[in-house]
């Protein structure tokens, strides 16, 4: 009588993980864009800021990029974020309000790998990136009670000149 022995072999499957960068462009419209000047924020579905990023150093279209910090991933998923500008009060500036849906779709290869697709939507429109826009008008600044002008008039010698301030003509000039 032999004793039977059941031998079991237990494999596990875990695929390596996968870090997706969700990234987008910054546009300004009338002026030249700064580096760091515009801060966008990646949420959760719930609302909770995941992270932020600025705008880097615009190209000779004055368009910058800017991204997030990579995601990792550890298994397949659809994964849902909003991406939004943060308003700012940049003089002059009209910020752009768009909120975009970002769908990151995680699949499973099957021999130890994943791959992912990135998806954006604004409202029920697809879109091919992150691009937000902004505009510049210098005609929106409001410049009231910035720039205060006075003239003093001195004679020490006592000097008769019939001069006085309404004889001034002040003007700013961009």
Same mark, same amino acid.
């Given at each position: 009588n032999n004793p039977v022995y059941i031998i079991d072999f237990v494999n596990t499957y875990t695929p390596e993980p996968i870090d997706v960068v969700i990234e987008g462009t910054k546009e300004l419209i009338g002026r030249e864009l700064e580096d760091g000047e515009f801060t966008f924020q990646l949420k959760n579905l719930s609302g909770s800021?995941?992270?932020t990023a600025d705008n880097g150093a615009a190209n000779a279209n #004055?368009?910058?990029g800017f991204e997030f910090a990579?995601?990792?991933y550890t298994h397949a998923g659809i994964y849902t974020y909003t991406v939004n500008e943060v308003k700012g009060n940049l003089g002059g500036v009209t910020y752009d309000e768009t909120v975009y849906t970002v769908v990151v779709t995680i699949t499973d290869n099957g021999d130890g790998t994943l791959s992912s697709s990135v998806d954006y939507t604004v409202g029920n429109e697809e879109k091919t990136e992150l691009a937000?826009? #902004?505009e510049y008008d210098a005609e929106d600044l409001d410049i009231d009670g910035l720039v205060s002008i006075k003239k003093l008039i001195s004679n020490p010698q006592g000097v008769n000149h019939n001069v006085t301030p309404e004889g001034f003509k002040f003007?700013?000039?961009?």
């Open positions: 800021v995941l992270d #004055n368009i910058a990579p995601i990792q937000f826009v #902004n003007g700013l000039y961009d």
